[in-house]
C-alpha cells in the first residue's frame, strides 16, 4: 500500500469529512510521521534526493523537514477537495486564492486550446478550482488511486464545468486533444516521470546536474498548435496563489526546444519553494547517471 492509498483509507476519509479541519490536518500529519517511521527506506530516499540538489547548503536539513510537512499538506488538500462540504471548499478556496499572470492565460486563449503545464507541486489538487472559480474551462488529466475517490471527483468536477480524463479508461491523447480543439485548457504535469520516454542522449543541465529531456509535451503542443503556458499552485502565509508564467517565448535562449524551457521553469519553481514538490522520491530517476 503506498502513502496515497493509506491515507485514503475508509476511516481517514470518514475523519476529513465530518471532525473539524484543525483536528484532520493534525491527525493526518501523525500518520504520516507513523507511516514514514515504517517506510524507512522511502524517507531516506526522499532525504538523499534532496540532499543531492541541495548538498552544502546550511538549510538542507530544514528543506528535508519542510518537505515532508509538505507532503502531508498535499494528501490532506486532496482529502480536502474530494469529501469536505463542496460548497464550504469552493468558498474558502476563493477567500484564500490570489492569481498572478492571467494575462498570459487570457492572450493564448484567444488562439485557441492552451496547455497549462503544472507539476506535482504545490496545491495543485485545487488548480482545477482555482481556474473554474475564474471561470476558465480546465480539463485534467488524472489517476484515481480508489473507486471512492473517482465518484466524489467526477461528481464535484461535473459542478464546476471541469473535465477528468481518467487515465485508466483509454483514448487519452485523443481525448486530450479533443478538449484542446474545443478551445479548453488541459492541465498536465511535467514531472511523470513514470512515463517519460527519454533518449539517452539528450538531457540538460538542471537541479545542479544532467537531467534526462522528455518531449512528450512538445510533442502534444505541436500537434495540437496549442500555446504552452507554466501554472504552479503555491502555498503562501495568507493561502494560495496561482502563478501563470510563459514558456516557449520569443524570450527562450536560440535553440533551445520548448521541452528543455518547460523543465527550466519547472526547477525554477522547485529552486524557490523545494518543500512543496512532493515527488522528491522519484528525482534520482531522472538523472541519467542514476536511472
Known amino acids: 500500500m503506498n502513502i496515497s492509498q493509506f491515507f ?19 491527525y493526518l500529519r501523525l500518520l504520516g510521521r507513523m507511516y514514514y517511521i515504517v517506510n524507512r527506506h522511502e524517507r531516506h530516499l526522499i532525504e538523499r534526493n534532496i540532499k543531492s540538489v541541495f548538498q552544502g547548503k546550511a538549510e538542507v536539513h530544514d528543506i528535508v523537514k519542510r518537505t515532508f510537512d509538505g507532503i502531508f499538506s498535499h494528501y490532506a488538500e486532496k482529502l480536502i477537495m474530494a469529501h469536505r462540504k463542496y460548497d464550504n471548499v469552493k468558498k474558502e478556496l476563493w477567500r484564500a486564492m490570489e492569481y498572478s499572470g ?13 496547455i497549462l503545464v503544472t507539476a506535482h507541486f504545490g496545491a495543485v489538487e485545487f488548480l482545477p478550482l482555482a481556474l473554474a472559480l475564474r471561470g476558465y474551462p480546465a480539463t485534467m488529466v488524472v489517476k484515481f488511486q480508489t473507486e471512492r475517490l473517482k465518484r466524489s471527483l467526477m461528481q464535484r468536477a461535473e459542478e464546476v464545468n471541469v473535465e477528468l ?127
Open 165 to 291: 480524463i481518467d487515465c485508466e479508461e483509454g483514448r487519452v491523447l485523443q481525448r486530450a486533444m479533443d478538449s484542446l480543439k474545443r478551445g479548453r485548457i488541459l492541465l498536465t504535469e511535467c514531472d511523470e516521470v513514470d512515463e517519460w520516454k527519454p533518449r539517452e542522449n539528450q538531457t540538460i543541465q538542471a537541479f545542479g546536474g544532467r537531467i534526462h529531456l522528455d518531449r512528450s509535451l512538445e510533442v502534444l503542443c505541436r500537434r495540437s498548435g496549442s500555446t504552452a503556458i507554466g501554472s504552479f499552485m503555491v502555498r503562501t502565509k495568507d493561502g494560495y496563489r496561482l502563478s501563470l508564467v510563459p514558456v516557449g517565448s520569443e524570450e527562450m535562449v536560440e535553440g533551445e526546444c520548448l521541452s528543455a524551457a518547460i523543465l527550466k521553469t519547472f526547477e525554477q519553481f522547485v529552486m524557490m519553494f523545494p518543500d512543496q514538490w512532493y515527488q522528491w522520491k522519484k528525482f534520482h530517476r531522472m538523472r541519467p547517471e542514476i536511472a
Open 8 to 26: 485514503q483509507l475508509t476511516p481517514n476519509v470518514m475523519i476529513f469529512r465530518y471532525a473539524p479541519m484543525w483536528f484532520s490536518t493534525r
Open 102 to 114: 492571467t494575462e498570459y492565460l487570457d492572450k493564448a486563449l484567444k488562439k485557441g486550446g492552451v
